[in-house]
């Protein structure tokens, strides 16, 4: 299964309090590599999933982030996000 980095092109979560969305962020689509990445690259970590596009969305992030550090791990990993990885899932039913 093929996964695509989505390059950040803006940040515009309007409240901290919501859920974690896709839609925090502007991104255009960048190269596709394999979803095994997910396993074996510890700088990524599951932001959410989009029931829109049937894909969960991890944000790559800076290796020296410590989430125990972090008192809201989304706002933290909305704040430090360098991309995106959205990896597809499929959708019962369908």
């Known amino acids: 299964m093929l996964a695509q980095y989505l390059r950040l092109d803006a940040k515009h979560r309007r409240m901290t309090g919501l859920h974690a969305s896709l839609a925090d962020f502007s991104v255009t689509p960048s190269e596709e590599v394999s979803a095994d990445i997910i396993c074996t690259d ?9 029931r829109a596009t049937s894909r969960a969305v991890f944000v790559e992030l800076p290796p020296e982030l410590d989430f125990a ?8 990993q909305y704040r430090r996000a360098r991309r995106l990885l959205a990896v597809p899932f499929p959708v019962k039913g369908a």
Request: net charge negative; charged share 10%.
């Open 69 to 76: 550090e972090a008192p809201f791990v989304y706002q933290a």
């Open 42 to 50: 510890p700088s990524l970590s599951l932001y959410c999933l989009d």
